[in-house]
């Protein structure tokens, strides 16, 4: 499941960059100054990025993903949630229990119906993005990896997502 850890786009012998390399510079190019997103990546495997304009996260707490696919082995999860969202997803067990981070397409204000409980995070906010190679625990880790320069999990399938696992967690608290 690891990919190159090259997080620059590099064409070898006039072949196009690799997948995990032009979504890496896609990401990176969120900020001002994408070397800058290169050098923590190599430095310390997680870049911090800004949202908003490239790409938005939708914080989800590990506890409502775990109820929505009904596992709690890493690697299910992962299929699980690549199947569910189509898009990257990130985890950080940094905080108890952990979190996990959808990253989606720009929603340009349109209404986001569980702030409350599963926050989307946009312009303003800064998310730590780890190295694509980083797949697995410990630290900050891709669950299911950027495909290609632009793969983000579409808004509405997020929300559909918090809401089913809202239902479960709902029902199993009866």
Known sequence: MSESTDTEPSTGSGTSPTPACAAADFLARSQQAP?????????TGVALL??????????????????TVCTTDPRQTAVLLGRALNGPVIFDGRLMG????????????????????????????????????????????????PRFPGDLCEP?????LIGFGLSITQEAEL
């Open 35 to 43: 070397e800058q997103a290169r050098r923590e990546w190599a430095d």
């Open 98 to 145: 952990g979190t996990y981070y959808a990253l989606m397409r720009p929603s340009a204000g349109q209404p986001w119906k569980y702030q409350d409980v599963a926050p989307r995070l946009g312009g303003g906010n800064y998310l730590g993005v780890p190295r694509m190679d980083r797949t697995e625990p410990p630290g900050t880790h891709w669950v299911v990896a």
């Open 50 to 67: 800004p949202l908003g304009h490239r790409f938005e996260a939708a914080r989800l707490p590990a506890r409502l993903v775990l109820a």
């Open 156 to 160: 509405a399938t997020v929300e559909a």
